[in-house]
């Protein structure tokens, strides 16, 4: 990077993957836009075909696993901004940064709970 600081450097929260990797859906046209991969308090990663407009706005929802399901709500309602795109490792896939908007103490819980009960342990993410 131009500033001499890799991403990894300027990030504050550390991401989780989680055990599953969750549908993602642009509810505005109603189309799967990929699969999270990881997530933590303020956004997530976003691994699919296409890539998502940079600074653009989305209303998303994220499948819930079915052990969730069974408890209450089918899936995470937020909004978030795409706020970076590459092309990745495992071609012809994009990865997608997306930042979350606003999300209410709902989402924020229910994110937190996501990792959870799901996440897998510190330092084994894959990359």
């Known amino acids: ?4 600081l890799l991403l990894s450097d300027k990030r504050e929260l550390v991401r989780r ?11 505005l046209n109603s189309q799967e836009i990929g699969r999270m991969v990881d997530i933590h308090a303020k ?3 976003l691994m699919g075909t296409m890539a998502l407009t940079t600074g653009r706005d989305y209303v998303i929802s994220l499948e819930l696993p079915k052990a969730l ?5 089918a899936n995470i309602v ?3 901004r795409a706020i970076w795109c ?3 490792l495992t071609q012809p896939y994009m ?3 997306l930042m979350f908007i606003e999300p209410s103490e709902e989402t924020i819980s229910a994110v937190a709970r996501l990792i959870q009960i799901f996440a897998l342990p510190e330092g084994t993410m894959s990359v």
Not at 1 to 4: F, N, S, T, V
Not at 17 to 27: A, G, H, N, R
Not at 69 to 73: F, H, N
């Open 95 to 97: 990865e997608n940064g």
């Open 43 to 45: 956004g997530l990663l």
């Open 1 to 4: 990077m131009a500033d001499g």
């Open 78 to 80: 937020l909004k978030a």
């Open 86 to 88: 590459r092309p990745s």
């Open 17 to 27: 993957e989680l055990i599953y990797y969750l549908k993602v859906t642009d509810l």
């Open 69 to 73: 399901r069974e408890q209450g709500d």
